[in-house]
C-alpha cells in the first residue's frame, strides 16, 4: 500500500489523521526484524491512529443539559419542536461518548469499555422463542428481602453497585418504539432517561434486529390493528418476554441533575427490558394490547414478570434486582394488579436475589405498586 493511500484510509476514519511524516514515523514503530515488518505491532498502531477522538466534555458543566426556570423540569414536560431538538442533542451527546469508547472530561479520560461485549450479549428471551433458560433449580439458600427506596431505578441501581453488589435493574420499556423517545427528543420518561445515562440503547437496537429474525408478532387483540398512517404495528419486544442486556455502563447523572457526566463509569451486570401492557387508548406510538379479558391481562401480567424475573436470574454473579413500578403511569395499568402480580411472581424466586428493591421517585402510583407487591410476597 502506498503512501497516499494508507493517508486516505486513515482519513477515512479521521479527518484529523496522519500527515505523510507521522505515517513515517508510525512504520518506524512498527520494528522491522531482519527487512521485515512485524505485522502485529504495526496493526496495533494502525487501530490506536484511526480510533475516534474521546468526545471533550467540560468539567465545570458536565455536559449537563440547559436550565429553564432554573432546573430541568423542562426534560420531561417540554415539548416544542426547540425543546425535542435540544433533547436530541442530549441523546447524540451519549452516543458520540459511547461509539468512542469514552469520554474527556476535563483532563481525565473516562473510558466505556463494555459496549462489544454489551451488544454481543444481548439476549431476546421468552418462553415463545428457542434458548429461554430453563427453570433456575439452584438457588442459594437463605431469603430474599423486598424494600423500597425512593428514587429512580438508575440512580437506585448505581447507588447499590457502588455498595459492591452486583445489580441488575428493569427497564420499563416500549414494545414498538425502541428506547422510547430517546432517539427522536421526546419527552423523557424512565426508558429515555436510561438510555442518556448508559450505554443502553446500543442493546435496544441489537434487540431491534433480534426482533426482526425472530419475526416476533403483535398479539392478535391489539387496538387500532394498524398504526396511524396505515402501516403494521412492528413488535420489538415480545408480549411474554423480555430483552436481557449484560454490563450496561452509566456514566451520566439523572434527568433531576441534567444528565451531568460522571467521573467515573459503573458497570451493571444487566438491565432487563419489559414493555407492560398499555390501557391507554390516546397512545400515539403504541396500541391497546392489554389483553381484553380479565383472566387473560392476568395471565399477560405474570407472563411479563416471570420472564424478567427468568433472565435476571440467568445472571450468575447477580445479588440485587431493581425494579420501578412499570406501566403505572401512562400505560394506565392499575398499579394494585401490577404490584401484586409482580409479587406473587417473584415468591417462586425467593432465595435467588439477596434483595430486591422497589425504586420509583414518588407519587400514589408507586406507593400502591409497592404496598400489593409486598403484601403478595409476604
Known amino acids: 500500500m502506498s503512501q497516499e493511500q494508507l493517508c486516505a484510509v486513515f482519513k477515512a476514519f479521521n479527518p484529523e489523521a496522519l500527515s505523510h511524516n507521522e505515517i513515517n514515523s508510525l512504520v518506524r514503530a512498527g520494528k522491522c526484524k531482519d527487512g521485515k515488518l512485524d505485522i502485529e505491532e504495526f496493526v496495533s498502531w494502525l487501530f490506536a491512529a484511526v ?19 432554573g432546573g430541568f423540569g423542562w426534560l420531561r414536560k417540554a ?30 479520560e473516562i473510558q466505556i469499555k463494555h ?20 427453570w433456575p433449580v439452584d438457588f442459594p439458600k437463605g431469603t430474599t428481602e423486598l424494600l423500597v427506596e425512593r428514587g429512580t431505578v438508575l440512580d437506585v441501581a448505581v447507588g447499590q453497585a457502588l455498595k459492591g453488589e ?50 416476533l408478532e403483535v398479539p392478535s387483540w391489539v387496538r ?26 452509566v456514566f451520566r ?20 427490558s419489559v414493555a407492560m401492557p398499555n390501557c391507554n387508548e390516546k397512545m400515539s406510538d ?18 411479563k414478570w416471570l420472564a424478567v424475573l427468568r433472565a435476571a436470574a440467568t445472571c450468575p454473579t447477580a445479588t440485587t434486582l431493581v425494579v420501578p413500578d412499570a406501566g403505572c403511569g401512562v400505560f394506565y395499568n392499575r398499579p394494585e394488579e ?10 417462586q424466586y425467593r432465595g435467588r436475589f439477596k434483595r430486591v428493591l422497589i425504586s420509583f421517585p414518588g407519587g400514589k402510583a408507586g406507593e400502591a405498586f409497592a404496598a400489593a407487591a409486598q403484601a403478595a410476597f409476604a
Open 51 to 69: 480510533k475516534r477522538p474521546l468526545p471533550k466534555i467540560d468539567a465545570e458543566e458536565r455536559g449537563r443539559a440547559m436550565r429553564v426556570d
Open 79 to 108: 415539548n416544542a419542536k426547540a425543546d425535542r431538538e435540544a433533547r436530541q442533542e442530549i441523546g447524540s451527546a451519549t452516543r458520540t461518548a459511547v461509539k468512542a469508547g469514552g469520554f474527556q472530561l476535563g483532563t481525565a
Open 115 to 134: 459496549v462489544e461485549e454489551m451488544v454481543k450479549g444481548t439476549q431476546l428471551l421468552s418462553p415463545s422463542l428457542p434458548g429461554f433458560p430453563g
Open 166 to 215: 452486583k445489580v441488575v435493574a428493569v427497564n420499563a420499556a416500549s414494545a414498538y418504539h425502541a428506547g422510547g423517545g430517546f432517539a427522536t427528543g421526546g419527552r423523557h420518561a424512565l426508558e429515555e432517561a436510561m438510555c442518556v445515562q448508559s450505554s443502553l440503547y446500543e442493546s435496544l437496537e441489537r434487540g431491534v434486529s433480534l426482533a426482526e429474525d425472530a419475526k
Open 224 to 249: 387500532p390493528p394498524k398504526r396511524r398512517d396505515g402501516k403494521p404495528w412492528v413488535l420489538h419486544l415480545p408480549d411474554d418476554g423480555v430483552l436481557l442486556s449484560p454490563m450496561v455502563e
Open 253 to 272: 447523572d439523572g434527568a433531576n441533575d441534567g444528565y451531568a457526566f460522571r467521573d467515573a463509569v459503573t458497570v451493571l451486570a444487566a438491565v432487563v
Open 286 to 303: 403504541s396500541p391497546v394490547d392489554a389483553h381484553p379479558e380479565p383472566e387473560g391481562y392476568k395471565k399477560q401480567l405474570t407472563q
Open 338 to 347: 401490577v404490584g401484586a402480580s409482580f409479587g406473587e411472581a417473584l415468591q
